[in-house]
Structure formats: structure tokens, C-alpha cells
């Protein structure tokens, strides 16, 4: 029997750390908390002993089950333990002739002399439930993991068509919610080719996009997201198109990128190209009687600088973009060759100013669209042009979603996913129970 140790931030980590080494069929026999992260102990080759409870194969998922639910009813215990003490403290002093003025307190004792004060209880009480939860957590951690497993292991044997579909819509890149999703709306296709062809036009039916593009409905459109996600090179495009199509009379451009060397220069100089107008807007200063001498103008862009989510100057841009009176459409730009968790990341740090929708930049270097497109999807951000190269204005597309669609499948990736890969997609499902297969 081999026996190791594996060192890792979470256990999700540690597990995958796991079956690298050591395969599929190692099993693991202790973990516990360390500084910095979770320490497992796995055995390859490992016998249990004879006095050890055994559970039939075919009933494994059934316990496992049973007793993520005793995790998740221990877990709400421990949560209203806190509650319950309260209760009980005030049921057992009751009786006492107290004061609202007067504090409860525990009796002290002059004699005989105490050797060593002891820790108080509360204090005991709470090391003793952070280190249950670890456990609780790293339990559950560990069974959402098997229960992947076992999941995708149950649906390769007794469906292996849908199998096959979920692992040609993980080659896309999409979510393991949307390709569920997608999957139930075609479960009654038993032809393969059929089924392929009828989830890539629900996806296509998932996409937003505006009924009227954002140019010809005017007003005042921003550009917000990170930085390096296009933004300025965006709005060059935007302008560019609008000048070419209507002229430079109706359209401003205004500048709230203060931080980035070199932004406001850019944006001067297509400003003298394009015979634009351009206003910048320092911080501190109201972006509402920056824009108010620009208001006869159709169309009023804004660039505004990429700053890092704990920035506090980024709190002050987007509630400026929020303000009453500025009804400024604001678009987040998205890189389509961002990670998924910078895409994530992106949304929740700029939904704060309100989103009219998505810019999806890039297209031309991309190695996957799914992620973004899930994206735009769960949070219907509709998606509103699309950008494929550097060329201003040729370069800036109006989204066509079956188009898009067959974007995202030409540049899907080569090689099939690994069954380590989805095993970890469906133990995210099993983390969110209204998200599990059925």
C-alpha cells in the first residue's frame, strides 16, 4: 500500500493534486486543516479494515447523499447555536431581580484563590465551531467531488449520447448551468446530428441583442470594464462610424481616464482626426456640468479609466455614471480572450453603475467565446457590437447570434476534455443544488 501527503490552498486542489499522482482509484484517508490550506492523506492500493462498515457499489451515491444532507443540517445547527446560548442564558437568569441598567454577570469567588484564570467559554466555544466548519467544509468539498464523479461516470453508462453533447458543449468553453439548460430542451432528440444542430439554435435564441443599435438610438454611451479589455480603441471605432455615417457635428467625445498614461492624448488626437470635440473629466470633478454644454449633441462616448475593483476612485466613476440627470448607457467592454474568472470579476465590480449591455472585443485572437457568452447570457447583458481587429471603424460589427454561434464552434478547442475536467464541471453543478443533473 503507498501512502502520501498532499499540501494545498482548498481541497478541491488538494483532490485534483490527488489524482494526478495517484489516479483515480486512490482513496483518501485523513485530512485536516494547516496554515495556509488543507493537508490530505491518500493510499493507493488501500484495504479497509475488517471491522469497517462497507456500502455496496451500487448504493455508494445513495449514502453520499445522505450524508451531504447531514452536513447541510449540521451546518444550520452550528449557525443557530449562537442563538440558542442566548435563549438559554436568559432563561436560566430569569428569575433574577435585574435592572435594564444592570449587566449580567458571572459570580466571582474570593476564595479559595484561583491558580490560572480560564479561557472563557464563548472563546473556547467559537475555536471549537470554526474548526467543525473547516471540517464540515472540507467533507462537503470532498463529496461534491465524488458525486461529479460518480455523476458523469452514471451518465456516460446510461446515456452516452448526452455524454457525448456535454462534452462537445464543454469544447465551446460554456458553463456546466447552461449546458444543462441546453441539454434538458433537447433530452426528447435521439438522433445525435439532430440534437447538435437544435442546441446550437437554442443557444443562438439565448443571446441578447438591442433591436436598435446603440448609435442610432443616441444619447450619451460609456465604455467601462478593466483595463486592457479595449475600451478606448472601442469607443475610436464607435466614433468613427458615426462621423462617417452622419458627420462630426452631433457627436462629443468626453474622457474620465485621469490615470493611464498617455489615454487622454489618444483620445485628443482622434478628436483632432475625426474633427471631434473632446472634454475631460478630472476626478472630483461633476461629471453632470461636464456633459451639460454637450447635451445638443446626438451622440455623446465616454472613455472611462480601468481601475482595479478595491480602487476607491473606481466607487466614485461608476457612481458618477449613475448619477440622476446623466442617463448615460453604459457598456461593460469584454475581452474575449479573458479567463473566465476575470470576465466574472468584471461584471460584479461594474453591474454597480447599471449595464445596458456588453461590448465583446477581440474576437480575432480568441481561443474560446463560451465563457464570455455564458456570461452575457446568465446576467442578460445583451450583446451590443462586436470587434475582431485593430482596423478603425472596418472592424466593428452589429452581433449576429447565429453567426456568433458558428464563431464560437469554429474555434472551439482541438482536444476532448478530460474526465478529471468533467468530473470537477458536475461537482460545480452538485455545489448549487438547483443547478444539478438530473
Given amino acids: 500500500?503507498?501512502?502520501?501527503?498532499?499540501?494545498?490552498?482548498?481541497?478541491?486542489?488538494?483532490?485534483?493534486?490527488?489524482?494526478?499522482?495517484?489516479?483515480?482509484?486512490?482513496?483518501?484517508?485523513?485530512?485536516?486543516?494547516?496554515?495556509?490550506?488543507?493537508e490530505l492523506t491518500a493510499a493507493l492500493d488501500y484495504t479497509p479494515s475488517a471491522l469497517a462498515p462497507r456500502v455496496p457499489n451500487m448504493e455508494l451515491e445513495d449514502e453520499?447523499?445522505?450524508?451531504?444532507?447531514?452536513?447541510?443540517?449540521?451546518?444550520?445547527?452550528?449557525?443557530?447555536?449562537?442563538?440558542?446560548?442566548?435563549?438559554?442564558?436568559?432563561?436560566l437568569f430569569a428569575g433574577l431581580p435585574l435592572t435594564a441598567a444592570e449587566p449580567l454577570v458571572e459570580p466571582t469567588?474570593?476564595?479559595?484563590?484561583?491558580?490560572?484564570?480560564?479561557?472563557?467559554?464563548?472563546?473556547?466555544?467559537?475555536?471549537?465551531?470554526?474548526s467543525m466548519r473547516f471540517e464540515l467544509n472540507g467533507l462537503r468539498e470532498l463529496l461534491e467531488v465524488q458525486l461529479g464523479s460518480l455523476a458523469w461516470n452514471q451518465l456516460q453508462g446510461s446515456k452516452p449520447q448526452?455524454?457525448?453533447?456535454?462534452?462537445?458543449?464543454?469544447?465551446?468553453?460554456?458553463?456546466?448551468?447552461?449546458?444543462?439548460?441546453?441539454?434538458?430542451?433537447?433530452?426528447?432528440?435521439?438522433?445525435?446530428?439532430?440534437?447538435?444542430?437544435?442546441?446550437?439554435?437554442h443557444l443562438a435564441r439565448m443571446i441578447a441583442t438591442p433591436q436598435i443599435e446603440p448609435l442610432e438610438e443616441g444619447g450619451v454611451i460609456a465604455m467601462v470594464g478593466p483595463a486592457g479589455m479595449g475600451k478606448t480603441t472601442t469607443l475610436a471605432k464607435l466614433a468613427a462610424r458615426y462621423v462617417l455615417k452622419y458627420g462630426a457635428q452631433n457627436i462629443a467625445l468626453v474622457s474620465m481616464d485621469s490615470y493611464r498614461?498617455?489615454?487622454?492624448?489618444?483620445?485628443?488626437?482622434?478628436?483632432?482626426?475625426?474633427?471631434?470635440?473632446?472634454?475631460?473629466?478630472d476626478p472630483g470633478q461633476s461629471l453632470a456640468n461636464a456633459l451639460d454644454p454637450l447635451m445638443r449633441k446626438r451622440v455623446v462616448l465616454i472613455?472611462?479609466?480601468?481601475?482595479q475593483a478595491s480602487d476607491p476612485a473606481l466607487r466614485m466613476q461608476l457612481e458618477s455614471l449613475a448619477g440622476r440627470g446623466i442617463?448615460?448607457?453604459?457598456?461593460?467592454?469584454?475581452?474575449?480572450?479573458?479567463?473566465?474568472?476575470?470576465?466574472?470579476?468584471?461584471y460584479h465590480s461594474y453591474k454597480r453603475c447599471g449595464l445596458a449591455g456588453c461590448i465583446l472585443t477581440k474576437l480575432d485572437e480568441t481561443a474560446s467565446l463560451g465563457e464570455v457568452l455564458s456570461l452575457a447570457i446568465s446576467h442578460e447583458l445583451p450583446v451590443a457590437y462586436l470587434t475582431d481587429g485593430p482596423r478603425i471603424p472596418d472592424d466593428l460589427h452589429l452581433p449576429r447570434r447565429h453567426q456568433l454561434v458558428s464563431r464560437a464552434v469554429s474555434v472551439q478547442m482541438q482536444e476532448e476534455p478530460s474526465e478529471e475536467a468533467m468530473a470537477d464541471m458536475f461537482a460545480d453543478l452538485y455545489h448549487h443544488p438547483a443547478k444539478r443533473v438530473g
Fill in 1 to 38: 500500500m503507498q501512502v502520501k501527503r498532499f499540501f494545498a490552498a482548498d481541497m478541491r486542489q488538494a483532490m485534483k493534486l490527488v489524482r494526478d499522482e495517484l489516479g483515480a482509484d486512490a482513496a483518501i484517508i485523513g485530512n485536516r486543516r494547516i496554515a495556509g490550506g488543507v
Fill in 64 to 91: 453520499l447523499r445522505k450524508t451531504a444532507s447531514r452536513i447541510v443540517s449540521a451546518q444550520a445547527e452550528l449557525s443557530m447555536r449562537g442563538d440558542s446560548d442566548a435563549s438559554t442564558n436568559r432563561q
Fill in 109 to 130: 469567588f474570593k476564595e479559595p484563590p484561583r491558580p490560572a484564570a480560564p479561557a472563557p467559554a464563548g472563546a473556547v466555544d467559537q475555536r471549537a465551531f470554526d
Fill in 162 to 201: 448526452q455524454a457525448n453533447l456535454w462534452r462537445r458543449l464543454q469544447r465551446i468553453g460554456l458553463s456546466g448551468p447552461l449546458s444543462r439548460d441546453l441539454l434538458t430542451l433537447t433530452a426528447e432528440v435521439e438522433e445525435p446530428r439532430q440534437a447538435w444542430r437544435m442546441l446550437l439554435a
Fill in 261 to 281: 498614461i498617455g489615454a487622454q492624448e489618444q483620445l485628443k488626437t482622434l478628436g483632432r482626426i475625426l474633427n471631434v470635440s473632446v472634454t475631460h473629466v
Fill in 303 to 307: 472613455d472611462t479609466a480601468g481601475l
Fill in 327 to 346: 442617463k448615460s448607457k453604459n457598456y461593460l467592454v469584454l475581452a474575449t480572450t479573458s479567463q473566465k474568472q476575470v470576465l466574472t470579476a468584471a
